[in-house]
């Protein structure tokens, strides 16, 4: 018995065992080629968004050729994009301010095949898929790889810092810049770092950030790309010249986009377009023109004859302060208001003769007290007290009488006068408004004069734009009837 059940039992393993190997070799053989297949189903335009820019790789998120790529590619400000059908010009327009973000080039044309920028970033853990161009044995082609969102952090890099997410797949040399996709083939990310395992893409944030400020725009110009160094005496003329003259700046920029490109930091660039003498101006799509040496012949070069010059915007005279209307005041009257006089003061007492008694009433009295102190007299007794305290009396109620009889009468006091239409205030006591002007002109000049000297020292070629401008100041103090102090 304990043999036959150890036989079922192996029998009863072997099959289970078989039956899950079968499983297992089953589910790999179905998953290949639904992996395949998905790859294969891929939407061709997002396939096809995945571009090459220099050594890196990127990603059109507009159909008018809106590229973007990572930051530490350092590419320069003309770049050449290699979509899958065709390579094109692309020009740098914006650049993340942080350590590590997006870089976005603006393709020359139209009509590109895009992927459009995710609404909301994925969850952790949900798969995410990367396309790129790895250079795999001396040639780059496209590969794409997908995993799990693994986490979001914040990266140090180059001494700055940057937030990332990280998925659990790795990635290859040339990738850098490359899409990261949602499941809805949006774009999430862009490639920065990777490891044997794992691979660090910019944030969702920075990405849709990038696309946000370039996407809204205003309507693209041609490019003009100026191709210059700074060894070359025509090429910093014209550089001059367009930072001083209004008229040439007005009209290159009415027409074009100007980029200027300094052929020693980026002979890539120079090469790409064919450049064998500088300054050269270059339109995409249209003939080089070459040389330097004044704005007229460049802008005839150019196409930009006389008849696309700018209408100066004329000066409208300030328009004429109407008076109001209704009852006017009256003249002043020249006549002098009547002037009422002031009462005549009351004579005042004679007081000659009451003083002349109140001296002697007080000479009798020290000397009565005097006789009484050396014993001449009998003073001491009731009489003499009597007639002290009576002199010491009539003093006193004199002198109280007399300091207010002696008082001056109240000063007498005009009523204010009534304003009215006939009888108007002085013209003196009117201060007219422009009594404040000097200070605030002052001020300003101050700082005016201050501006200008720091300008000068900074910008030695701005001098001519400086007179410019205070020449339209001029004629725009003159049509409102002010003139400008020294």
Not at 56 to 66: A, F, N
Not at 216 to 228: D, M, S, W
């Amino acid at each position: 018995m304990i043999l036959i059940s150890f036989i079922v039992s192996l029998c009863v393993y072997g099959i289970a065992l078989v039956a899950t190997f079968l499983k297992t070799i089953w589910n790999r053989l179905m998953v290949v080629p639904l992996v395949l297949a998905l790859g294969a189903t891929a939407p061709a335009a997002v396939k096809d968004s995945v571009v090459m820019v220099g050594d890196c790789s990127g990603v059109c998120v507009d159909p008018c050729g809106l590229v973007l790529t990572a930051k530490h590619c350092d590419h320069p400000p003309v770049v050449a994009v290699k979509f899958k059908d065709r390579e094109v010009t692309a020009r740098r327009v914006y650049v993340s301010p942080e350590a590590e973000g997006p870089v976005m080039f603006d393709c020359d044309g139209e009509g590109f095949p895009f992927a459009r920028v995710a609404e909301k970033v994925p969850d952790v853990g949900d798969t995410v898929w990367s396309y790129g161009y790895p250079d795999t044995t001396g040639e780059r082609q496209l590969r794409w790889i997908r995993g799990p969102l693994l986490r979001c952090s914040t990266f140090e890099f180059q001494g700055g810092k940057f937030k990332g997410n990280v998925t659990g797949f790795p990635t290859r040399p040339g990738w850098s810049g490359g899409p990261l996709f949602t499941r809805d083939s949006e774009v999430c990310g862009l490639l920065n770092s990777s490891d044997d395992r794992t691979s660090v893409f910019i944030s969702f944030g920075a990405t849709r950030e990038a696309f946000n400020t370039c996407r809204n725009r205003p309507q693209n110009k041609p490019t003009l790309y100026v191709f210059g160094s700074p060894n070359c005496g025509p090429c910093q003329k014209f550089k001059q010249h367009y930072a001083e003259q209004t008229v040439l700046r007005q009209r290159l920029d009415a027409a074009y986009a100007v980029t200027y490109i300094d052929i020693d930091v980026y002979p890539a660039a120079a090469e790409q377009f064919g450049i064998q003498q500088v300054p050269a101006f270059v339109v995409p799509g249209q003939p080089a023109v070459t040389g330097y040496e004044n704005p007229d012949e460049l802008l005839k070069k150019l196409g930009l004859d006389d008849d696309e010059k700018p209408e100066v915007p004329a000066i409208v005279p300030p328009p004429a302060v109407e008076k109001p209307k209704g009852p006017q005041p009256a003249e002043p009257s020249s006549e002098k208001p009547a002037v009422t006089p002031a009462p005549a003061a009351e004579p005042k007492p004679d007081r000659m003769l009451s003083d002349k008694i109140d001296a002697a009433a007080g000479i009798a009295q020290t000397a009565v007290t005097i006789a009484t102190w050396l014993g001449v007299t009998g003073a001491t007794g009731g009489t003499g007290g009597l007639i002290l305290g009576g002199i010491a009396l009539w003093r006193t109620l004199r002198r109280r009488k007399g300091s207010i009889t002696a008082r001056d009468p109240p000063a007498h006091s005009n009523a204010p006068p009534v304003v009215t239409v006939e009888n108007p205030p002085p013209p003196q006591a009117i201060v007219p408004e422009t009594r404040f002007a000097p200070y605030e002109r002052d001020t300003f000049a101050e700082a005016f004069a201050w501006a200008e000297t720091e300008l000068v020292r900074k910008y030695p070629g701005s001098v001519s734009t400086l007179e410019t401008m205070k020449g339209l100041i001029d004629q725009f103090l003159s049509a409102k009837g002010i003139k400008r102090g020294p």
